[in-house]
C-alpha cells in the first residue's frame, strides 16, 4: 500500500499544516479590529462621495446647472468661461436645513 508510506505521510501532514496555517492566518486578518476599521472607513466614504455627487447632481438640476466637463490638456482657458450661477447659497441652506434635521431627531430621542 502506497498511503502506508511513512514519508508520504509526513508529506500530507506537512502540506495541511501549511494550508491549515494559510487559512488561519487568513482569518485572523480578516477579523483583525484595524483591517475591519479600515474597510469601514473606506466603505463610508465611497458612500458619502456617492451621496454628494447625488445631491449635487440634484441640486444642478434644480438651479438649472449642467456639470462642466473637465478641461483637457491643451484647451484654452476661456473656452469655458460662461458665468456660473453661485451655489454657494443653496449648499448652505441644504446644510442648515440638515443640521436642524438632525438636532430635531436629536432633541426627540432624547425627550423619549
Given at each position: 500500500m502506497a498511503d502506508t508510506d511513512p514519508a508520504e505521510l509526513e508529506r500530507r501532514i506537512e502540506r495541511t499544516r501549511a494550508e491549515l496555517a494559510?487559512?488561519?492566518?487568513?482569518?485572523a486578518d480578516r477579523v483583525s479590529p484595524k483591517n475591519v476599521a479600515r474597510r469601514t472607513v473606506a466603505k463610508a466614504e465611497t458612500s458619502a462621495k456617492q451621496f454628494?455627487?447625488?445631491?449635487?447632481d440634484r441640486v444642478g438640476d434644480a438651479v438649472g446647472?449642467?456639470?462642466r466637463p473637465a478641461k483637457l490638456a491643451g484647451e484654452p482657458d476661456d473656452l469655458w468661461a460662461e458665468e456660473q450661477p453661485n451655489l454657494a447659497p443653496v449648499l448652505v441652506g441644504v446644510g442648515a436645513v440638515l443640521a436642524i434635521t438632525a438636532v430635531v431627531m436629536l432633541w426627540?430621542?432624547?425627550r423619549r
Open positions: 494559510q487559512t488561519v492566518d487568513a482569518i454628494l455627487v447625488s445631491v449635487g446647472v449642467t456639470p426627540r430621542r432624547r
